[in-house]
């Protein structure tokens, strides 16, 4: 048995499961003796002769298993019988960091259980994967068993009973978003473009990008203010005027010369795509360093969109779910360049889509998504909200350009040394 799988195994009983309906986590947890509990909300409506199976990925290799993850989704699609419903779920060791595995939970109606299980059983044999199966065990459908099948033969692991278990005080994926999601050193978002490289050829060109460290020859001598906000707030207009207006430079997180491979860094999965975002702030923290000894930087964009849009899309649900304030994912990386101020625009959710649609232009999937989502766009402006290290001051970005513009000034001039 790999060994990854028998350290997930041996606190088997220990886990927490969720699943997600529609965003909304439902947890339980394992118990070996039935105290008369009724089975969590997830099994409910079902019949006593109905299955449910849960597919959890067990890769020890990151890079394996984030790629694999999209893929067990397609592949279930594809050959599950009709009728099986398809959902997302996770386990984890409450507290436990990088505890978190992510996998798929599927509701199967009897007729078509035993064609499931010969699927999963046949998967199981081929992927990293942990299987279990649930099924009513009397109690007039109140009580549920899982069943661990081994990852190695076919036979059975161990049987437990599934309880309902109360909520953690945050989503779960926060136990792992720290160098899954979001990087906070320069070597660690490099290593996952290093160890990528063998599978996304690419990987090697950014790399050619990189600077030797993260380390600038000397600190910026003119003020360096960053412009942050969701799409179409009104970022391309102010940086614009304010390079005009401060006779700045202006420079923007991902880079122009790693233009050439965000789109398809941009389809890789959560852990290949934020490291990439996360290396092209280290690069234009290297622009910023040059040009600041010249005259003041403007910048579009820089390490709080890219662990904002990481942290939201980690979590699910509503704003409630984020890791609570203070909490070290929002600290600013040790090795990144601090700006002397941040500025985050702000725009109500009609006025922003106006103006999107005023503009026009292609949106990225997580733009598009942010437009359907309305609590994924909440959870993005708090996560925004939440990053410290350098200070962070709310625009109102809904006054015309030119008031937008006074405004930032006047921002700029109190909080900076121009
Ligand atoms: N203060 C403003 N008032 C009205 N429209 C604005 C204002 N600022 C920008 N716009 C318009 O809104 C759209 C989005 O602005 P843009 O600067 O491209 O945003 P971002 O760079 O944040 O995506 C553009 O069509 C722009 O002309
Ligand atoms: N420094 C950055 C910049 C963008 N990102 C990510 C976050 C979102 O998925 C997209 C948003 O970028 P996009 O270019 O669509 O946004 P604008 O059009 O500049 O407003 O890129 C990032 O992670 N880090």
């Known amino acids: 048995m790999a060994k990854h799988a028998k350290s997930l195994l041996s606190r088997w009983s220990s886990r927490v499961f969720l699943v997600e309906v529609d965003e909304k986590p439902h947890y339980f947890r394992l118990q ?124 059975t692991v161990s049987d437990y009973f599934v309880v309902s278990s109360d909520e953690p005080e ?19 978002a490099r290593d996952v473009f290093r160890k990528c490289r063998d599978v996304i050829p690419e990987a090697a060109s950014v790399l050619e990008m990189l600077p030797g460290s993260a380390e600038v020859s000397q600190k910026p001598l003119f003020p360096v203010v960053v412009l942050e906000g969701l799409d179409a707030t009104g970022k391309t207009t102010l940086t614009e005027s304010l390079r005009e207006t401060l006779g700045a430079a ?38 910023i360093a040059q040009e600041g000894m010249k005259t003041p930087v403007i910048v579009d964009r820089f390490w709080h969109s890219t662990a904002a849009y990481a942290i939201a899309t980690a979590t699910g649900g509503p704003v409630s779910n984020l890791p609570g304030e203070g909490s070290e994912v929002y600290s600013w990386p040790g090795d990144l360049l601090r700006p002397s101020l941040v500025l985050l625009l702000t725009l109500d959710a009609e ?31 708090e996560a925004y909200r939440r990053i410290s290290g350098p200070p962070c001051v709310t625009v109102d970005a809904s006054p015309s350009a030119d008031k937008v513009l006074q405004q930032t000034l006047l921002l700029i001039r109190n909080n900076c040394h121009l």
Not at 170 to 188: G, R, T
Request: proline residues 6%; positive net charge.
């Open 32 to 155: 070996a003796r039935h105290g008369g509990e009724r089975a969590p909300r997830v099994f409910g409506r079902l019949r006593q002769e109905d299955r449910c199976f849960s597919v959890l990925v067990c890769t020890g290799d990151r890079i394996k298993g984030a790629k694999f993850y999209p893929e067990l989704r397609d592949k279930l699609s594809n050959e599950l019988p009709p009728g099986c419903d398809l959902t997302t779920m996770g386990s984890f060791l409450p507290r436990v960091r990088d505890s978190f595995i992510r996998g798929y939970f599927l509701k199967s109606s009897a007729e078509y259980s035993a064609h499931v299980e010969r699927l999963l059983r046949d998967l199981g044999r081929r992927e990293p994967l942990l299987v279990c199966s649930y099924a009513a065990s009397g109690g007039g459908g109140q009580a549920w068993t899982q069943r661990l099948w081994s990852p190695s033969e076919d036979e």
């Open 250 to 287: 202006l420079l923007r997180s991902p880079p122009d010369c790693l233009s050439p491979w965000r789109a398809l860094f941009d389809r890789e999965p959560p852990l290949i795509r934020r490291a990439f975002y996360a290396l092209g702030n280290y690069i234009t923290a290297q622009q």
């Open 170 to 188: 945050c989503h779960p994926s926060a136990l792992s978003m720290i160098n899954n999601d979001v990087f906070y050193s320069f070597e660690e």
């Open 351 to 381: 006025e922003r889509k106006r103006r999107l649609k005023d503009r026009g232009l292609e949106k990225t999937d997580e733009e598009q998504k942010l437009d359907r989502n309305q609590l994924f766009r909440l959870r993005v402006e």
